[in-house]
């Protein structure tokens, strides 16, 4: 693991996940950019194979014969190429907290590189890793919604509505750590990725307006976009800092044809489905209509909610099933499913279309891909 | 009443509306422009001064000393203004459908006419008479949410998901009769009218994606508007008529530097308001926390749902208050609240801009006004 | 109508529910016991035929040519026989708010001189009114559930959560006024009436639990009740005006063999129906799988909420073609269904068999009809 | 461990719940009575020190200087004591699913035993662990519902609706393997213990009226108990097997003189509290208003749920703590809680109970402690 030391919270939550289906074992870790911290939160870890800098710990990894099989990144989003570099052009697989960089050119070299390397490549877009979610992508890759016309997603939270400096608020209210999107890249990436991911559509433009609401804030705090998909579908993105009220509001409601869906983040368990002309239905998580690729990433009977952790660790999980196959030469276990680079890609130059759009009053721009 | 004959749906409304809190009779009726069907829809009713034309019932009502006080109009869109011209240059007080009017040009005629005859004038965008929108705009002007930044309103329906031709889906989705809107005019004009109500801001501009999805369909079934409001909040609309699982999810949410608001029309009894750094809160209709200006438009205790029925009887209630006043000379009592003439033409006003918005790319536009 | 004057609460709910849909005209009333609130509370509400004596308004009521066909009781419990036998006895038609009567012996001396008098005796069970407990009613009856196994009722309040004063307070923890029940009587009924009206099933046996937690109190104002059906279903009752956070949480749940039901007074256009082994469904009121027994008590579309008062306008209406049909000789219209005396002696034998019940520590006993 | 094997339930949520805190490595099993399947589950989990006998791995553990300091046990109730014996006895430390035992004689000799051996005792009635639990706890204690009158709690199921033979019905309905209770044992000890654990009561007698609705069934499958407490509250207790539409609907609801408290299973982040006389508060999992105790056992930041497994590992983290002092000798760390014997044996006699007094048609009964 890179980052993720002290006061750091992503990364704990990056370990647990990789605890939860007992695939991987953290052996070693470059925990901070300050060593006295990195070597702090080594011990505090029971981490033996402590290293002061990445560029280090990938050298020496490499190196041993029981050299770590992937990294984790789990640093602020400037530093995720950087230290993606050093791991990936020694063949180490790399599971990376999103979005994959700060920048557009800095996603699309470390993509060229990625690719080339030939390691596999995770981007941690957590909430795929949902049973539900994957459901809702089933039922519209079966056609039960009909053609998708309108997707509604938003990411509302409240945390940033007065202007704070705790360390997480810092840097990612800092565009030179964070990119050039606040709110747009912390949190409207992952909406984004969510209505790719379940209605598999494709984007054709975005008109965006950003906001900085709070005085002083250097990166926008609210976004609303509207959206043109291929193919005919539109829809609508919010995301805010500012929304009182709200935690981690991450919504999707996706309208068709034929039918309609409805899940929330905070209640991920539920999935909402609507055949047009029939009573509402509430699937749940391994209930009756709930199939088999939300069953095969569950863990526990319906009724029993599973949550952030275990979305999270399938994700990891879905991850080392590739590793596994990468090293053994075997091909990808059927319906293994997570998010990389093209995800990544696609995150980043999300942030950068939206910033595009609202300095040029929100004109129509396409994803510079 | 003009309108509202046999298979009619909202003239039965408006019916029921006028007698809950017993404030008007209804003696005389147009009730179709079909002279048969008006005459057989006055005998149902128990009707006894029954008219076959508009324009002879507001030229005989008149003329009887116990000529009718007010009347209501439940026409298509296109035919309220030429109804309420007859009735309004006579001095027969007003209660009419929304929209206004079908187009911009005949709202502003209207208007001045309206205007210019001292009449009473309500539009029944009933929503605004359900006590926790009341509510709202009381803590809103209140400062409980301090500065508004972002407002959220939506309008979602499904019944013309499929090409369908009953005589409701009929005129309102032919623009010679429904006005250049479909979904925008029929429900957007709700939701832009909630917003204003609840909030108190000012459009200063908006950008609009309307789309026509079913087949043949010759207005929007569908839009996506962003807004920008004076002074700096932003918000974004969305209405459709093709979004399965939504019978009538007109659902608004406010948030400022202090708090955010959410309100839903279909469980319309509840608030939830969150003061920044504290719990949200369930505020009730009648119970903890729900104020006066909730209060003198409730009829029954907390926990005991009151409906669209008697959100749409306080537009009726309150219209009285404002006639009674005008008869009598008297000043309209304290607190009396209803939409009249300026949100008609606001509202007639937002759907030319959505309309030449979209027309122009989604380009930024003010409202015509 | 008899009650109801000035400070009441369940006056002015009776008089809307009369006007709703349009069947009633409130043309007399002796509306307090004292003759100076009677006469003022006439005045408010614009009635001519005002009386200071239920006795001499039946009397002078039965001999006008124009006099009223029938009369609302809306007085405190103790007074309900008195007042229903001076209108019968007189072939006045009779709507009673519930319980039937204070005591169960006057229960039923009222049921038998009623029933020897042929009126119409209509008791304001108002939440039998609401569609979709007729819904409910109407998916048991068709085997929707299979066999019932069983039957959770509950109505919960919290206004009485410390002692209070105020009229409402006073006279409904009062014996004399109210009757040997407090919460049972109040709401306890309710509840019972409900689960019999949905379910069908009859009592067997009941063993109930009482208590009077606020210091002082002559009334229970919680109650704990098993039961047992005819036929092998069992079920709860819980009745309180001391768990705060509830208003009118008045909630059912029967389950079968084949599927299960929810429903819940305070979102009242929602049912929630599992068939099981399939999704849980959301019928709401009017539309998707909602029936013509839901359908022939409704006002308005799907999604525009009705509530309490449109419930209990429909027991006023179905009275009204109970009443019209008597007057003219003419049968009951198809599926015409309002709570009258059976369930009014029911009510108040359930609330005597709870205090029998409870007074022997919670044996077992049956209701006394 | 003990059980788990192959098909089994319980045991990988036990496996999960030790791993998530990193408190815990699965280093020995006996994991099925079946020495072939013992043999085989213990290579699918890459378990090398597999034993086919509980007796075998308890005697050998013990002697092996790197010998386990915990056993979990996840065998069908039945096996619960003689597991555990052999164990405890050695000194080895003793995580146990619940209920304790499958008869009471044996629950107080297991008590007794291990009461005397000094080892840490934990029992997995896993609902106490979640985080919102603890806080309704701390709420309770705290004094802000003041005097507790009312408790109301339940947990419905609907698997065994129909007759069913797998696995893990087969053995839940067997009153050989799972003790006298079924929907009692299985479900209504955790939702008993839930109602203890939270409100700190002590229950001084129940009725209980259990049922088997299902043909040919064994043990009960429906339950419904009236409980009364020292000090006066009162309370009831419902368990099904038989609720269509239900998961696993564990719901405890709690009123006292000065305010109210609900929270659900299937919803756990959520607790709702009403303050007598203010509007109901939502507090979510450390959220504004959620305290320490909430927080000591959180994982992840308000908004993103956290679920069963988590509130699972709850109980096994803070028996890691209890193991350390233990083995340590230090006292152990302040706030850890976590069921153990005390908490068994009630459960245990709680069934007993609940038998006891529905064989005796409801008559009230102690616990037999």
Known sequence: MVGGGRDAFIGAVHRIAARIDDQYELVAGAFSADPEKALASAADLGVARAYTSFADMAAREARRKDGIDAVAIVTPNHMHAPVAM??????????????????????????????????????????????????????????????????????????????????????????????????????????????????????????????????????????????????????????????????????LRVYGSKGGLEWAQEDPNYLWFTPFGQPKRLITRGGAGSGPEAGRVSRVPPGHPEGYLEGFATIYTEAARAIRAAKSGTPLPEGTTFPGLREGLEGVAFVDACARSSARNGAWVGLNL
């Open 86 to 251: 050093q791991f990936l052009r020694r063949g180490i697989h790399v599971i990376c907290d999103k979005p994959l960089t700060a920048t557009l050119p800095e996603a699309k070299r470390l993509a060229k590189a990625a690719e080339a390397s030939g390691v596999v490549f995770a981007l941690t877009h957590n909430y795929t890793g949902y049973p539900m979610v994957r459901q809702a992508k089933a039922m519209v890759a079966a056609g039960e919604l009909g053609e998708i016309r309108v997707v509604h997603v938003e990411y509302l939270q409240d945390w940033l509505t007065e202007a704070v400096t705790n360390k997480q608020a810092e840097w990612r209210t800092d565009p030179a750590r964070s990119g050039v999107g606040g709110s747009t890249g912390d949190i409207g990436t992952h909406a984004f990725n969510l209505a790719n991911f379940v209605t598999g559509l494709s984007l054709e433009a975005l008109a965006a307006d950003l906001s900085a609401f709070v005085p002083g804030r250097r990166v926008d705090d609210n976004g609303h976009v509207l959206m043109r998909f291929r193919g005919g579908a539109k829809g609508t993105l919010m995301c805010s800092q500012v929304a009182p009220g709200n935690e981690n509001g991450l919504r």
